[in-house]
């Protein structure tokens, strides 16, 4: 489990949530936004999971990759996981791949977009 400074509050992640920018792969999905500061949240549907046992452990999965992963926190911004249905059966070691995939295409896209914005000064 993340810190409490870097968790987000119910009406932050409605916020975030709706004005993100979306990543999509085979086992989830990343809202991503800019911001100063590292945040995350990991949402598992309940219509996905009906157990909260297994939504739980899911959810700790996800948060033990994202504390493994250095460049989100050096990065900042808020990272907001949504898991979709393969994620059930994937192992630790997919979903690991999986989620470093995406948050490397978050940032390679991010710096593509500040490389065009600093070049068009």
Known sequence: ???????????????????????????????????????TAVAVPQKLVKKAVLRNRLRRQVYNIMQSLEAPRAFGGVYIFVLKKPSLEASFETLQKSIEALVEEVHSSSSRRFAEKGSSR
Not at 27 to 34: A, D, E, G, K, S
């Open 1 to 39: 489990m993340p810190p409490k400074k870097e968790r987000l509050s119910h009406r932050e992640f409605e916020q975030y949530f709706s004005a993100g920018k979306r990543y999509h792969n085979e086992y989830c999905t990343l809202i991503y936004t800019p911001a100063p500061a590292f945040h």
